[in-house]
């Protein structure tokens, strides 16, 4: 397992930007698929965005699409969640994930498809 450390949340308006961290220690997380999740109060764990294990493929949910981009330094054993037009809706804990043994290309989606978490960072929208 990597030891995962989210960063970057907060309290915004409606429409302001957030950048949060994931920050990967333990073994060098190019050998891992990542992927952040959030969780809303009362609300199931969902997937917002997963990127391949060198960055070659990425996946969003669709209400973020267009607002939302995963990225990944491998150098610096980090992977981030630009967070552009926010909404009151996405309010949520936010959580990164990582999976071993996957390929240059996979993405994953599912609770159950990954190794580790982090402990989540909050991100609160005011409208």
């Known amino acids: 397992q990597v030891q995962l450390v989210e960063s970057g949340g907060g309290l915004v308006q409606a429409g302001d930007s957030l950048r949060l961290s994931c920050a990967a220690s333990g073994r060098a997380d190019s050998t891992y698929a990542m992927g952040w999740f959030r969780q809303a109060p009362g609300e199931e764990r969902e997937i917002v965005a997963a990127i391949s294990r060198v960055g070659t493929s990425v996946y969003y949910q669709d209400s973020v699409k267009g607002r939302f981009t995963i990225s990944r330094d491998n150098a610096k054993n980090t992977v981030y969640l630009q967070m552009n037009s926010l909404k009151p809706e996405d309010t949520a804990v936010y959580y990164c994930?990582?999976?071993?043994?996957?390929?240059?290309?996979?993405?994953?989606?599912?609770?159950?498809?990954?190794?580790?978490w982090g402990q989540g960072t909050q991100v609160t929208v005011s409208s």
């Open positions: 994930a990582a999976r071993a043994g996957s390929t240059d290309w996979t993405t994953f989606t599912g609770l159950a498809d990954y190794d580790s």
